[in-house]
Each structure stands twice: as structure tokens, then as C-alpha cells.
């Protein structure tokens, strides 16, 4: 199992593009969810799905867009970037989260100029 | 809606000594979880605490559950250098696990 993957893992981006961070795992796990982290805020919920088709809002989801067409992959699209994106972006998945939490993948450092 | 205040922020530890940070929430949460994270990298499940009054250990770490406080203690016992990493707590809100996270907790093991 490669666990959970996040492409790409540095990204540079001019204000007002857009762009897809990828997220695939191969566990078969039903639930993902993505965050971002930024120094002394922890990490924060953009959004997050129970399965194929279903996703819903995070604690910060303005300025994300997610859909979750097959159990494995789970993309988070920027629909244009400002510099309050600038944050380390992690996806994690869980077949279990009640019990045994979530998988996180390595991350994705991403800075808008 | 459910917060997560962990502390310290800072913890500048000496080899061999004992330590408690400490996770308050603010409203019910049915689990709590510890992770670790190195710098630069994601982050490591340490423990999941299920219900009330559960302890679970790993080497040097023994994290506890109080629901009836919303408190949950992640214990260091005679701290090695390996341990220096920053530990977060996490909550759940509402149904499908929802994780939400404290700021996390800078330790730094010293000799």
C-alpha cells in the first residue's frame, strides 16, 4: 500500500490562478478529509467526505472547492488563489475514524504571490 | 461549536524529567486523539482515547481521557531527545469524525 498520496508537494502560485491539489489513497477507505496548517493555528478543516458523492464543509472551507467521485481520490481545487492560501495543505484518509483516527499524507506546501 | 486549547505552546524539557500537556475542550466530544509531528513532516497517530476514564501508554507517553472535565493529559516520562517533536490533540465534532485540532505543543528535549 502506498497509503495516502498528496501531489504536489511545492507549489507556487500567482494570485487569482487556480489549481488542484491531489489526494489518492489506496486503502479503500471511506473517509477524507483535507486541512490546512499554518504556524500556531494547528491544523483547520477545509472539507471533508464520508464516501463516493458525498462531501461537505470544514471549519474553513471559503475559497475550496472538493468533489469526491471515486473512493480513492479526493482533489481539493483552489478556485483562485490569494496569499491567505499560502499554508502547508494536508489530505487524510480513515476506514475507521471513530477508533483508529486518520491516515495523513506528507503534504502540500503551497505559497501565493 | 467545538474548540481545542492545548498547553503549553512551548515546552523546553530536560533529558530525564517528567511532563503533563495538557488538552481542554469545550464541548462534547466522543473520542480525542494525540499526534506527533517531526519538523517538515505529516503527521503520526499516537493514541485514540474512546471514552471516559481510558489511559493508553506507548514507551514514554501515557495520554488520559476526563470527559466530565473535557480534559485530556498526554504524560512524558523521563523525556529522551527522540520525544522533540510538537504533539497536537484533536477532537471530534459531531458525526463523521470531524477532526478538530488544538495549536499543538512545541517540545523541545534538551540534555
Known amino acids: 500500500n502506498a497509503g495516502v498520496t498528496q501531489t504536489p508537494k511545492f507549489q507556487v502560485l500567482k494570485t487569482g490562478q487556480s489549481m488542484t491539489l491531489q489526494c489518492a489513497q489506496d486503502?479503500?477507505?471511506?473517509?477524507m478529509s483535507w486541512y490546512r496548517q499554518d504556524p500556531g493555528m494547528g491544523l483547520r478543516l477545509i472539507h471533508y467526505?464520508?464516501?463516493?458523492?458525498?462531501?461537505d464543509q470544514g471549519e474553513v472551507p471559503n475559497g475550496y472547492n472538493v468533489s469526491r467521485s471515486t473512493t480513492e481520490d479526493f482533489p481539493l481545487r483552489l478556485l483562485s488563489a490569494a496569499p491567505s492560501q499560502t499554508s502547508v495543505y494536508f489530505c487524510a484518509s480513515s476506514y475507521d475514524p471513530d477508533n483508529y483516527g486518520y491516515t495523513f499524507g506528507s503534504g502540500t506546501r503551497l505559497t501565493v504571490v | 461549536e467545538l474548540k481545542v486549547e492545548q498547553n503549553p505552546l512551548f515546552l523546553s524539557m530536560q533529558e530525564g524529567k517528567n511532563y503533563t500537556i495538557y488538552c481542554n475542550y469545550s464541548?462534547?466530544?466522543?473520542?480525542l486523539y494525540w499526534y506527533r509531528q517531526d519538523p517538515g513532516k505529516s503527521l503520526e497517530s499516537l493514541f485514540v482515547l474512546l471514552s471516559n476514564g481510558a489511559v493508553k501508554q506507548e514507551g514514554r507517553l501515557m495520554a488520559s481521557l476526563d470527559t466530565k472535565a473535557r480534559l485530556s493529559t498526554l504524560h512524558i516520562t523521563a523525556a529522551v531527545h527522540d520525544l522533540s517533536a510538537t504533539y497536537f490533540c484533536?477532537?471530534?465534532?459531531?458525526?463523521?469524525?470531524?477532526?478538530?485540532f488544538g495549536a499543538g505543543t512545541r517540545l523541545a528535549v534538551h540534555p
Open positions: 484533536a477532537g471530534n465534532s459531531g458525526g463523521y469524525n470531524k477532526l478538530i
Open positions: 464541548t462534547t466530544s466522543d473520542r
Open positions: 486503502m479503500n477507505h471511506e473517509y
Open positions: 467526505s464520508v464516501g463516493a458523492g458525498i462531501t
